[in-house]
């Protein structure tokens, strides 16, 4: 509350009343600094302590991030206080009835270094959360807005989503998470028995934060959620964030099928994002890099952590995160669980040394036994294990007209398998298909929606080939006759079977998952995107087990359970990569690195956005057009509804801008395959040139890029 009083009082000076008119002004010192004056220290220490103040003193000064090094204008500060005892001689302010400006508070409350760690744990803990709210309501009451929107629906819309269902009672999956509310847990379910609807019930009527790897995968829990469990008064209630949010909001709303189209009530489609940026919504569906970059302690953090501490955290999927992420997730946990916020990892299959990481850090939670099938006795997949490189030849013999996925470790090798079966057998050119990461986003979101087609639980008739990299490893939810891929690991592995008979029985003889080990060779992408440890201990590990025909679930949990043990990993690349970077993390000091920077950190920008060149020469007149409406300025006498259509023209125009843009790896830029398009002198993307078509995706230029370069693009996924 105190923090809250005085946190503006500095905007009382001379300077910032001269800026707020219009005038011009020089040397101006950040308010936060100077609000700090009207603190009676001396008392405060009385009722509260000295700790105590110093957290106040140090929230209050630096409220805001202001680039100004305090330590080398502490005297520039001290007299800019002294001179506001004349500003304030008419000051009323009925919250605080002796308002008085004392001397600015010695160096053992503020002193140019901030609270941190090494204040102790306890004191920097409070910090967090007292600097955190006061941001959060400092912004809230900025744009007359909720800080927080009241969860006082979930529960009572899950039991009416239940009833509509026809669904007679929660699994057990859903009872545990139901009556464990108040812990944190780690849950691994088989798929199909419904672990979104289980991280719901566990959120109840609390704040909430529903996470996912994949965009895709978090548009289709958002409508899911919207459509079919919320229904209204969307606005304040649900959100979803991610790095391309806005524009999938107005997607929503321009769609013309009323069951899709996204309807607010109140307020547009700017205000909606902007809400759901500032955290205020009671659910959130999201990516971890919109809440976890917070690790990174960068200038500004409190905020986020400072939610997460009354808040409750979904995790679905973590066998899908890399080793950095793993390290951030766990790091992150640790923090979060410390300041009283709440957990759930609900997972197919849970790797063992996560948890005893997330131990070593402190974190506590319950972990029962995984959750089956009542039916014990349904399997749903039957293994061969071929001793050899996964080919063209087994994929066209195994074919006969069924739902094939292939799934390869790399695109270069995609992409042989699909030219290969195009050039033997050319008239099943319109059954064969590829879908990989090196697609355009337009021509990417096509294909998404094609395999999504085919792979529909409901879809009885189709057939076709579809070869993938490890995009419809997880969080697609389609549902193919036969597996053939290559191994990468055991958790890969059991993921990609996900995608094979999802819920269906398999009572025939013989089988519906090729997995080719590469015999005595190495699989694609083996000791670049797949760690060679991982790799040789997983092939061992299925040739030992004589693994061969049906495998239950509780089979494949014992598998992954006795794999991924810490005793097993600890000298793997991709163990050591994990606390490489927790240790990196803890490391770091606080309020070190900035926002953007940590942003960029946190995604691991290793890849670069381009558009191919002969897309953008086939598209130059439209992005030209784009660009003047992103190029637009705002006129100072537009309305409120013309401001948010010029909003949303831009979004739309950068959204469009973007469509014809792909992520390659870093490493195959150069000065000789790219050329700068400017956008403005914010906005830039990079033109590469490449040979680009909608059928293959990216093919690099050879004599464009080094020959290194080239060969870790082979074992590019």
Same mark, same amino acid.
């Given at each position: 509350?105190?923090?809250?009083?005085?946190?503006?009082?500095?905007?009382?000076?001379?300077?910032?009343? $001269?800026?707020?008119? =219009?005038?011009?002004?020089?040397?101006?010192?950040?308010?936060?600094?100077?609000?700090?004056?009207?603190?009676?220290?001396?008392?405060?220490?009385?009722?509260?302590?000295?700790?105590?103040? !110093?957290?106040?003193?140090?929230?209050?000064?630096?409220?805001?991030?202001?680039?100004?090094?305090?330590?080398?204008?502490?005297?520039?500060?001290?007299?800019?206080?002294?001179?506001?005892?004349?500003?304030?001689?008419?000051?009323?302010?009925?919250?605080?009835? /002796?308002?008085?400006?004392?001397?600015?508070?010695?160096?053992?409350?503020?002193?140019?270094?901030?609270?941190?760690?090494?204040?102790?744990?306890?004191?920097?803990?409070?910090?967090?959360?007292?600097?955190?709210?006061?941001?959060?309501?400092?912004?809230?009451?900025?744009?007359?807005?909720?800080?927080?929107?009241?969860?006082?629906?979930?529960?009572?819309?899950?039991?009416?989503?239940?009833?509509?269902?026809?669904?007679?009672?929660?699994?057990?999956?859903?009872?545990?998470?139901?009556?464990?509310?108040? $812990?944190?847990?780690?849950?691994? @379910?088989?798929?199909?028995?419904?672990?979104?609807? @289980?991280?719901?019930?566990?959120?109840?009527?609390?704040?909430?934060?529903?996470?996912?790897?994949?965009?895709? @995968?978090?548009?289709?829990?958002?409508?899911?959620?919207?459509?079919?469990?919320?229904?209204?008064?969307?606005?304040?209630?649900? =959100?979803?964030?991610?790095?391309?949010?806005?524009?999938?909001?107005?997607?929503?709303?321009?769609?013309?099928?009323?069951?899709?189209?996204?309807?607010?009530?109140?307020?547009?489609?700017?205000?909606?994002? $902007?809400?759901?940026?500032?955290?205020?919504?009671?659910?959130?569906?999201?990516?971890?890099?919109?809440?976890?970059?917070?690790?990174?302690?960068?200038? =500004?953090?409190?905020? &986020?952590?400072?939610?997460?501490?009354?808040?409750?955290?979904?995790?679905?999927?973590?066998?899908?995160?890399? @080793?950095?992420?793993?390290?951030?997730?766990?790091?992150?946990?640790?923090?979060?669980?410390?300041?009283?916020?709440?957990?759930?990892?609900?997972?197919?299959?849970?790797?063992?040394?996560?948890?005893?990481?997330?131990?070593?850090? =402190?974190?506590?939670?319950?972990?029962?036994?995984?959750?089956?099938?009542?039916?014990?006795?349904?399997?749903?997949?039957?293994?061969?294990?071929?001793?050899?490189?996964?080919?063209?030849?087994?994929?066209?013999?195994?074919?006969?007209?069924?739902?094939?996925?292939?799934?390869?470790?790399?695109?270069?090798?995609?992409?042989?398998?699909?030219?290969?079966?195009?050039?033997?057998?050319?008239?099943?050119?319109?059954?064969?298909?590829?879908?990989?990461?090196?697609?355009? &986003?337009?021509?990417?979101?096509?294909?998404?929606?094609?395999?999504?087609?085919?792979?529909?639980?409901?879809?009885?008739?189709?057939?076709?080939?579809?070869?993938?990299?490890?995009?419809?490893?997880?969080?697609?939810?389609?549902?193919?006759?036969?597996?053939?891929? $290559?191994?990468?690991?055991?958790?890969?592995?059991?993921?990609?079977?996900?995608?094979?008979?999802?819920?269906?029985?398999?009572?025939?003889?013989?089988?519906?998952?090729?997995?080719?080990?590469?015999?005595?060779?190495?699989?694609?992408?083996?000791?670049?995107?797949?760690? /060679?440890?991982?790799?040789?201990?997983?092939? !061992?590990?299925?040739?030992?087990?004589?693994?061969?025909?049906?495998?239950?679930?509780?089979?494949?949990?014992?598998?992954?359970?006795?794999?991924?043990?810490?005793?097993?990993?600890?000298?793997?690349?991709?163990?050591?990569?994990?606390?490489?970077?927790?240790?990196?993390? &803890?490391?770091?000091?606080?309020?070190?690195?900035?926002?953007?920077?940590?942003?960029?950190?946190?995604?691991?920008?290793?890849?670069?956005?381009?558009?191919?060149?002969?897309?953008?020469?086939?598209?130059? /007149?439209?992005?030209?057009?784009?660009?003047?409406?992103?190029?637009?300025?705002?006129?100072?006498?537009?309305?409120?509804?013309?401001?948010?259509?010029?909003?949303?023209? !831009?979004?739309?125009?950068?959204?469009?801008?973007?469509?014809?843009?792909?992520?390659?790896?870093?490493?195959?830029?150069?000065?000789?395959?790219?050329?700068?398009?400017?956008?403005?002198?914010?906005?830039?993307?990079?033109?590469?040139?490449?040979?680009?078509?909608?059928?293959?995706?990216?093919?690099?230029?050879?004599?464009?890029?080094?020959?290194?370069?080239?060969?870790?693009?082979?074992?590019?996924?």
């Amino acid at each position: 509350e105190l923090a809250c009083l005085y946190h503006d009082l500095g905007k009382a000076n001379q300077k910032f009343q $001269e800026k707020i008119k =219009g005038k011009k002004v020089k040397g101006e010192i950040p308010h936060g600094l100077l609000s700090i004056g009207f603190l009676n220290i001396k008392e405060l220490v009385k009722k509260y302590g000295r700790e105590k103040v !110093k957290i106040l003193t140090n929230a209050i000064a630096y409220h805001h991030e202001r680039n100004f090094p305090f330590s080398d204008y502490r005297e520039e500060v001290r007299n800019e206080i002294e001179l506001m005892k004349n500003d304030i001689l008419d000051f009323k302010y009925d919250k605080i009835p /002796e308002l008085k400006i004392h001397k600015l508070p010695s160096l053992r409350y503020i002193n140019g270094n901030r609270v941190t760690e090494e204040d102790g744990e306890e004191v920097f803990n409070q910090y967090i959360v007292i600097k955190g709210l006061l941001n959060r309501i400092d912004y809230a009451s900025s744009a007359h807005e909720n800080v927080e929107w009241e969860n006082n629906f979930l529960e009572k819309k899950m039991e009416i989503w239940k009833r509509q269902n026809k669904i007679y009672d929660w699994n057990d999956l859903q009872k545990y998470m139901k009556k464990n509310r108040n $812990e944190n847990v780690i849950a691994v @379910a088989q798929t199909g028995m419904g672990k979104t609807e @289980a991280g719901f019930l566990w959120i109840g009527n609390s704040k909430g934060f529903f996470t996912l790897p994949l965009r895709t @995968a978090i548009n289709s829990i958002y409508d899911r959620v919207r459509n079919n469990i919320i229904k209204e008064n969307l606005e304040e209630r649900l =959100g979803l964030l991610h790095s391309d949010a806005f524009s999938e909001y107005i997607k929503r709303e321009d769609n013309k099928d009323d069951y899709e189209k996204l309807q607010l009530e109140e307020i547009g489609i700017s205000e909606y994002h $902007e809400r759901t940026k500032q955290l205020t919504m009671p659910l959130t569906i999201c990516t971890i890099d919109q809440l976890f970059d917070f690790v990174y302690r960068y200038r =500004g953090f409190e905020h &986020k952590l400072a939610t997460l501490a009354y808040s409750k955290l979904v995790i679905d999927e973590i066998q899908m995160y890399s @080793a950095d992420l793993i390290a951030y997730l766990v790091y992150g946990l640790s923090h979060i669980t410390k300041l009283g916020g709440k957990f759930a990892i609900l997972t197919a299959t849970f790797p063992p040394f996560i948890g005893d990481l997330l131990k070593a850090e =402190g974190v506590e939670f319950k972990n029962p036994e995984p959750f089956i099938d009542e039916d014990r006795n349904k399997i749903r997949h039957s293994i061969k294990i071929i001793d050899e490189e996964i080919n063209s030849d087994f994929i066209l013999s195994n074919y006969n007209r069924n739902k094939v996925l292939v799934i390869c470790n790399t695109v270069k090798k995609a992409q042989e398998l699909y030219e290969e079966i195009k050039i033997k057998v050319p008239e099943l050119k319109n059954e064969v298909n590829l879908f990989h990461s090196s697609f355009i &986003k337009e021509h990417r979101a096509k294909k998404e929606k094609e395999i999504l087609s085919l792979g529909d639980k409901n879809n009885k008739s189709g057939y076709g080939i579809y070869i993938c990299t490890q995009v419809a490893e997880a969080s697609l939810d389609i549902d193919f006759d036969i597996l053939i891929t $290559e191994l990468s690991d055991l958790n890969g592995l059991f993921q990609r079977m996900g995608r094979c008979y999802r819920s269906r029985s398999f009572n025939k003889e013989g089988h519906n998952c090729y997995i080719f080990n590469g015999g005595d060779k190495k699989c694609s992408g083996v000791g670049y995107v797949i760690d /060679e440890k991982i790799f040789e201990l997983s092939k !061992k590990s299925l040739q030992e087990k004589k693994i061969d025909g049906k495998i239950s679930e509780e089979e494949k949990i014992n598998l992954i359970n006795e794999l991924y043990t810490t005793e097993k990993l600890e000298k793997t690349n991709y163990y050591k990569e994990i606390n490489n970077t927790l240790a990196y993390i &803890k490391g770091l000091y606080t309020n070190a690195m900035d926002k953007t920077k940590a942003k960029q950190m946190f995604r691991n920008i290793n890849s670069v956005t381009v558009i191919p060149e002969d897309v953008f020469n086939r598209n130059k /007149e439209k992005i030209e057009r784009w660009k003047e409406i992103i190029n637009e300025n705002r006129k100072t006498e537009m309305s409120k509804d013309e401001l948010e259509d010029l909003k949303k023209r !831009k979004a739309k125009a950068r959204h469009n801008i973007m469509n014809y843009t792909v992520s390659i790896p870093y490493y195959l830029i150069n000065s000789k395959n790219t050329k700068i398009y400017e956008i403005n002198k914010y906005e830039r993307i990079q033109r590469f040139m490449c040979k680009y078509d909608e059928e293959l995706g990216v093919i690099p230029i050879k004599d464009l890029v080094y020959e290194d370069e080239l060969s870790s693009w082979d074992n590019f996924f």
